[in-house]
């Protein structure tokens, strides 16, 4: 059987998306383009691969099977594609990172060299939850992963890049502002300044504050650490962030740091891939960038 590289990158489109009419978008095809090619697709393999109904594309069981053949085969193109953009200047590699909100905290000085040095590289960035980094790095939907903490990496490789300590941060005027050390419990009767309440970063301590019995009490929810830490400086109310997020307002007498209790503020951060030795050139590199 021969199969077309547009028929895989459609199929992948469809399944990640759920719909024909999406799906085909993303790849700039029609939808009676896109439902054509997908039919012949399944009369290739002599099997249906996706259910169809009025809520969408629902993957069949040989579905799921392919599905997992045609990220692995994509990933082995972009791959091989990428080792050769080392020959040519006319073609581009792209790195598929994903990252929790403590590992993208140190991230920016690494990145920014990087892409200065390889002009011809591309980086798609995401932030998830440490355990859904592991998931989209398995499942080949991303090259690398950056996580911080104990997290079960399954079969992945790992290696250590850097270490970072959680802190609790506070206006230079609360009362907790001159402590030495602070419990989390004591913590969360304050006020929060929070992340989004998707981020990496609110679902962690939620899940720590559940563990205590209590919840977090979020005055408001942002979508940046800059924001965060102004509403912090102003007094309107605390928050617990990765030092080196706040170790510039902190060194400026802006806003005070205090140290956690608990063992888990010290966290260290994690580099996870499939393989580090069978990721193109370009990753590697970038690698080494960030050890």
């Known amino acids: ?153 399954m079969a992945l490789e790992s290696k250590p890049y850097g270490q970072d300590e959680l802190i609790l941060i506070t206006a230079v005027f609360h009362p907790l502002a001159n402590a030495q050390q602070v419990s989390l419990a004591t913590a969360l009767d304050s006020d929060f300044i929070c992340l989004d309440r998707r981020s990496s970063n609110f679902l962690f301590l939620s899940k720590l504050a559940g563990k205590l019995g209590k919840r977090i009490n979020a005055r408001v929810n942002v979508q940046n650490f800059p924001t965060l830490l102004q509403l912090v400086e102003e007094n309107v109310g605390v928050s617990i962030v990765p030092r080196s997020i706040a170790s510039t307002a902190i060194s400026e007498h802006r806003i005070a740091g205090v140290s956690l209790e608990e063992s888990w503020r010290h966290r260290k951060q994690w580099l996870v891939a499939n393989s580090f030795s069978n990721l193109p050139h370009y990753v590697r590199s970038f690698i080494s960038y960030m050890t």
């Open 1 to 153: 059987m021969r199969y077309e590289l547009t028929d895989l990158r459609l199929f992948l489109a469809i399944a990640e998306s759920e719909s024909l009419s999406i799906g085909a978008s993303s790849r700039f095809l029609s939808a009676p383009s896109a439902s054509y090619r997908l039919k012949n697709l399944e009369q290739a393999l002599g099997t249906t691969l996706f259910l169809r109904s009025a809520k969408g594309m629902a993957l069949t069981p040989a579905g799921r099977v392919f599905l997992d053949h045609v990220r692995g085969i994509l990933t082995s193109v972009q791959h091989m594609e990428g080792d050769l953009s080392r020959f040519s200047n006319n073609i581009r590699g792209q790195i598929r990172i994903v990252a929790n909100s403590s590992c993208l905290a140190g991230l920016t000085a690494p990145l920014s060299r990087y892409l200065v040095a390889h002009p011809n590289i591309n980086v798609e960035l995401e932030e998830r939850l440490s355990e859904d980094i592991v998931l989209a790095v398995t499942e080949n939907t991303a090259d690398i992963g950056l996580l911080a903490g104990e997290v079960d990496v």
